[in-house]
Nanobody, 115 residues
Framework: QVQLVESGGGLVQAGGSLRLSCVAS????????MAWYRQAPGRQRELVAD???????NYADSVKGRFAISRDNAESTVYLQMNSLKPEDTAVYLC?????????WGQGTQVTVSS
């Protein structure tokens, strides 16, 4: 069992930056691929970025060049640095941990970008 707690969301103006954090507990963090998803009202949940156990990264086309995912295995934490934010980035951002058949979600943190 893995518990995930996100933080760092908030209200920011377009063009601004935020850094999201997700702290994991309850299992061996380094064995999990970690990911950030987002869900806006009336829209499907979408993958924003993920980072594997060997720190290979993958990004949605909509955030490439603006967002950066990283992980600190010693701190059991995954980060999402978000720069040049746009109003369309407004959503609840959720942390995900997956390994084989195991898949865990955090509660999410709200990011709101004003124009």
């Amino acid at each position: 069992q893995v518990q995930l707690v996100e933080s760092g969301g908030g209200l920011v103006q377009a063009g601004g930056s935020l850094r999201l954090s997700c702290v994991a507990s309850g299992s061996i963090f380094r064995l999990y691929t970690m990911a950030w998803y987002r869900q806006a009202p009336g829209r499907q949940r979408e993958l924003v970025a993920d980072i594997t156990t060997i720190s290979s990264t993958n990004y949605a086309d909509s955030v490439k060049g603006r967002f950066a995912i990283s992980r600190d295995n010693a701190e059991s934490t995954v980060y999402l640095q978000m720069n040049s934010l746009k109003p369309e980035d407004t959503a609840v951002y959720l942390c995900n941990a997956r390994s084989g058949p195991y898949n865990y979600w955090g509660q999410g943190t709200q990011v709101t970008v004003s124009s």
